[in-house]
C-alpha cells in the first residue's frame, strides 16, 4: 500500500521569506509525486511533478521540489513567498509499477499562511 | 474554456434520497475520477474508470456507482443518501496512457444531507 505523509498541519511564513512544506512518501515501487494547491472553495490545481530524471523538479508560480530518495520526501520549495500563495498544499503519490486507472493518494494537507 | 466541469455546485438534500452529480472534461482524456473531500480536508480515492476497467476503492459503499456514458463523462449517483455522505466530491481526469501523468481537477460539488 502507498502512503503519504504532511507532518505540518500549518506553516506560517512573513512574506518574502523562503518556505517550505514537508512531505514524505511511501510506495512499494518507484514513485511518481506530485504537488497540488487548493484555494477555499476551488478545485486542486496542479503545481509540479517529479518523475524520474533531475531530483529538483521545478512548477507554476515559482515553486519546485526537491525528491530525495534516502528520505523518501519531497518537499515543496519557494525562494520568496507571497501572500497569494496562501492556501491548503497536498502532495500526493502514485507507484510506477501496476497496471489500470487507480487514483493519487493524497496527504491529509498542509495550510501554508503568508504573513504580511 | 473550462477543462472538468461539475454540476451541481452545491446539493442539499435530504436522508434517504438518490441524488446524481455530472461531470464533463474537454481535455480528450481517457481515465476519469471521483475523489472525496471530507471536512477535515482530506482527500480520498471513491472510483477510476477508463473505458477498460473500473477501480472502485473497496471503502466505498455500494449505495455509491459510478456511470460514464462516453469517454468524456463519468457521473456519480447515490442511494439513498446518509448524513456521512455530506462532503465535497471532487471529480478528475488524466490520461493513463502513461501513469506519471498529472490530473485535473474540477470545482467540486459539495453535499450536504440533512
Known amino acids: 500500500a502507498q502512503s503519504v505523509a504532511q507532518p505540518e498541519d500549518q506553516v506560517n511564513v512573513a512574506e518574502g521569506n523562503p518556505l517550505t512544506v514537508k512531505c514524505t512518501y511511501s510506495?512499494?515501487?518507484?514513485?511518481?509525486l506530485f504537488w497540488y494547491v487548493q484555494y477555499p472553495n476551488r478545485g486542486l490545481q496542479f503545481l509540479l511533478k517529479?518523475?524520474?530524471?533531475?531530483?529538483l523538479v521545478k512548477g507554476s508560480y515559482g515553486f519546485e521540489a526537491e525528491f530525495n530518495k534516502s528520505q523518501t520526501s519531497f518537499h515543496l520549495k519557494k525562494p520568496s513567498a507571497l501572500v497569494s500563495d496562501s492556501a491548503l498544499y497536498f502532495c500526493a503519490v502514485r507507484d510506477s509499477s501496476g497496471g489500470g486507472a487507480d487514483g493519487l493518494t493524497f496527504g491529509k494537507g498542509t495550510h501554508l499562511i503568508i504573513q504580511p | 474554456d473550462t477543462a472538468v466541469s461539475q454540476t451541481p455546485k452545491y446539493l442539499v438534500t435530504q436522508m434517504g434520497n438518490d441524488k446524481s452529480i455530472k461531470c464533463e472534461q474537454n481535455l480528450g482524456h481517457d481515465t476519469m475520477y471521483w475523489y472525496k473531500q471530507d471536512s477535515k480536508k482530506f482527500l480520498k480515492i471513491m472510483f477510476s474508470y477508463n473505458n477498460k476497467e473500473l477501480i472502485i476503492n473497496e471503502t466505498v459503499p455500494n449505495r455509491f456507482s459510478p456511470k460514464s456514458p462516453d469517454k468524456a463523462h463519468l457521473n456519480l449517483h447515490i442511494n439513498s443518501l446518509e448524513l456521512g455522505d455530506s462532503a465535497v466530491y471532487f471529480c478528475?481526469?488524466?490520461?493513463?496512457?502513461?501513469?506519471?501523468?498529472?490530473?485535473?481537477f474540477g470545482p467540486g460539488t459539495r453535499l450536504t444531507v440533512t
Open positions: 517529479y518523475i524520474t530524471g533531475d531530483n
Open positions: 510506495v512499494s515501487g518507484n514513485p511518481y
Open positions: 478528475a481526469s488524466s490520461q493513463t496512457s502513461g501513469r506519471a501523468s498529472e490530473q485535473y
